[in-house]
Each structure stands twice: as structure tokens, then as C-alpha cells.
């Protein structure tokens, strides 16, 4: 039954429903982060005024919030969408792990919606109802609530790169949940959390500064843009340091779990000690991805060949390759198959199914490679794993400058440079640079996530479930209509959200 289940399904409802939930993804992320950064500018705003009672201060937290709250509505409804379609189009996927995968989802609709939607009723509402104190509470709770809220979502997606805290049960043929607090509290997870909150906060520092620019271009508001440029500025500095510190830590949690996609991201064909970090084919840092990956110098760092037939780190670790792993996958699923025959068998004593049970439980971490039908299929796409990663690197290293420049202009240091002039009236290519740096901050942080799902291919659950083995049995022409109708929805959402973003913004903060 099992070896020949998945095996079925059309080649193009997989790459239909790759493309709906990669569409679903994407168009989600131009929401979220947006929400977490704004929160954050929002949140300092009103305790200035909370700790000042200057009105100036309340007009413009209550100016950011009306921003925040047009692109939280738009997040929370691609999001609905995505969660929904793990169980249309990932159905197998959801049937094999749900019982893992669904708590951390369970918890972010219980806790996280429950608290944002809780608060963010009274931050709006609640001005002149409720205590300055109490207000400025409500306001930091519900950017808390959105980023706990993104919090269980990578814990999910963390476990889908590193899947801890669970067991196959050969009876149910599930994989059932043993420790919620390994599921919860994985490294991976942690790591993944902190890159990607901290790089979140980039775009709304990102925006916030560009917003101001333009208030700055047009000569207006411009007590609000140089006050809100100076705390976007700041959060942004802070956060693209934070997003480099915690993305290091990512990149060693990658090299330890996920060796393959590293190897994709720098087009690692083969590896060893010492190895150089490629800044383009060509140009490369000695010894620098060994550090990055193993915070040593001259650590191993395997490539793709090595990968694919097996390496043996200088310290001894022997690593299979990937066509002994498939065979030994093959081995968990006949045995799987066998197992089950002979426990359900009127005529086996316990004995067979007892062998069986072992035979599977010592082939069960190869248990994916199974599925697994030519060993460079566990390649993922090399060229958009290293130039997204690029892109994003670049881009953040762009932003560390960008910030410390603006921060230092709108507090006027060095004086001497600033002697002559006035942030609020620079030539107008001064201020069109950070308004042509938003959709900069957000292909950065796309192509992050490029990197993170690309470079887990072809896994859906790393080693342990291919993507064409998590799909559900649909009509390839069903998932391409809805594909081109979430299209033209997410298409019409993202149209509708700008044109109310920059009417709000030509209305300024006194409307």
C-alpha cells in the first residue's frame, strides 16, 4: 500500500501547486513585514508621547498606525489563504505530519489573532476611552501579537527544514508529535525567528524613511518626517546589524542540518577546508564561507559532489551518499509495507512483524530518499539559491550605510560636513534614493525566502517527505484556474493597498 502511495499524482498538479503556494507566499510577505516594522515605529512614537504628553507625538504615532492598520487587513487575509492551502493542495503533506505541524498553527490562532485583533481594537478606538498608559500598552501588545504571530509561523516553517520533536508510528503511518518544546524551542527555529523579525523591521524603517523623504521633497510635515526619519533610521541601523549578526547564526544552522542547500547557495561544486566565499564566479574571501559556516577558519565544508556521493569529514564523520540513502529508503518502505501486512495477518505469530519493525526503524532517517528516483534530484536550483543570496547579502550591506548616512544627516554630525546644510532641504535626488530603496528592502527579503524554500528543494519536509509525495490528487487544471484567480485577487489586494497607502500619505497626518 504505502510503496506505491504519492506515486500517482500528475507531474503538473506538483508544479501547479508549487506555484499557487509559492504565489500565496510571496504575496503574504510583501504584507507581513511591513506590519512587524511598522509596529515597532508606531510603538516609539507613542511613548515619546506617552513620556512627552506633546501632542505632535500623538498626530504622528496616530499617522503611522492608520498605515499599519491598511496593511495589517491586507496580511491577514493572504494569510487565511496560505494556511488554507496545506489543506487543498498539500493534503498528503497535511494527513502525514498534521499532527505536528497543525499545533504550531493552532497556537497562532488561539494566542497570536486572539491578542492582535484584541488590542489593535482598542489602539484604534480607544484614544479618548482608556488611559495614556494603557493605550501605549495596547499599542506595543499588538505589534507583539504580530510578531508572535510570525513566531509560530517559522516555528512551523523551521520544522519543515529541521524536523525535530517527533515519531513515525508505523500503525498509523503518521508522524506524531513527542516534544512540543523541541518543535517550539528548536534552534532552527530560534535562528530563523531572529533573521527574519529583525529583517522585517528593515522594511518598515525602510518605508518609514521614505515616507519622510517625501514629505521632505514636497515641503511639507516636515517637523514629522525629520522626527520619524530619525527613529526609522535608528530601527533600521539596529536592525540590519542584528539581521547580519542573526543571519551568520542561520547560516551555521544551514551548513549543520541543510549542507546541501549552503552548497547551492555558493555553487559549491566540491568542497574541503579552508574554503573561499565566492562574492561573485570569480571573486572570492579566502577561507570565509569555512568560517561563516562552522566559525572556523579552516573548517569542512562539504560541496555538492561530496554531497551526492558521500564524504568523511578530517574528524572522522562518515556521511552516505545519497544512492545508498535511497536504497536504504526503498528498504524503510518495503519493510513499512511488510510490517503492516504481517500485524494485520491472522496467521503471523509477532514475530515478522516484530523483523519488519526493526528493519524500519534502522532505514527510517532515509525514509524520504525513498521517493528519491535519480540522486541529482536532491540538487536544488544552484543559480537562483546563489544569486538570491547574493541580492539579499548586498542589499543588506547597502542598508547598514544607508541608515548610518540618514541618521547622521537628520541629527546634523559630523557638523562640519552638515555646516552648510539642512536635511530638510537637499536636492530632490537626495530624497528620491530612499523612496526608490522600498521595493529594494523588499526584494531583499524576498529573495531570503527564495533561498529558504528553493534551497530545501525537493524536499518539503527536509529528508523526510518529497514535494511530489506531499501533494494532493487533483486535477492539474483545477489548481492552474485557481492559480491565475489568487493571481488576479492578490494582484487587485496589493493595487487596492498601495493606492490607499499613498492617499493616506498625500493626506498626511492631519486628516
Known sequence: MFNNLFLDIDAGTIDWSRAQFALTAIYHWLFVPLTLGLAVIMGIAETKYYRTKDDFWKETAKFWQKLFGINFAMGVATGIILEFEFGTNWSNYSWFVGDIFGAPLAVEGIVAFFMESTFVAVMYFGWKKVSPGFHLASTWLTGLGATISAWWILVANAWMQYPVGCEFNPDTMRNEMVSFADVALSPFAVGKFCHTVT???????????????????????????????????????????????TGHKSAQDVAAVQPMKLAAMEALLDGGTGVGLKIIEGIEVPNALSFMATNDFNGYVPGINDILNGYTT?????????????????????????????????????????????????????????????????????????????????????????????????????????????????????????????????IGSECGWLVAEFGRQPWTIQDMLPTWAAVSDLQSSSVAITFFLFLILFTTMLAVEINIMLKQIKKGPQS
Open 199 to 245: 529583517s522585517a523591521w528593515i522594511i518598515g524603517a525602510i518605508f518609514c524613511v521614505g515616507v519622510c523623504c517625501w514629505y521632505l521633497m514636497k515641503k511639507r510635515d516636515t517637523k514629522l518626517a525629520v522626527e520619524s526619519m530619525k527613529i526609522g533610521a535608528a530601527v533600521g541601523l539596529v536592525a540590519a546589524l542584528l539581521a547580519g549578526m
Open 314 to 442: 578530517p574528524d572522522g564523520k562518515t556521511e552516505l551518499s545519497v544512492d545508498e540513502k535511497i536504497v536504504r529508503g526503498k528498504k524503510a518502505i518495503e519493510a513499512l509495507a511488510a510490517y503492516r501486512q504481517a500485524k494485520f495477518a491472522s496467521s503471523d505469530d509477532g514475530s515478522t512483524a516484530a523483523y519488519q519493525l526493526g528493519v524500519l526503524k534502522e532505514n527510517l532517517p532515509y525514509f524520504g530518499y525513498g521517493y528519491i528516483k535519480d540522486k541529482n534530484d536532491v540538487v536544488p536550483p544552484i543559480a537562483i539559491n546563489f544569486w538570491a543570496f547574493r541580492v539579499m547579502v548586498g542589499v543588506g550591506c547597502l542598508f547598514i550605510l544607508f541608515f548610518a548616512v540618514v541618521l547622521a544627516g537628520a541629527y546634523g554630525f559630523p557638523k562640519k560636513l552638515w555646516a552648510k546644510r539642512d536635511i530638510t532641504a537637499l536636492p530632490a535626488w537626495h530624497y528620491w534614493i530612499a523612496i526608490l530603496l522600498i521595493p529594494l528592502g523588499y
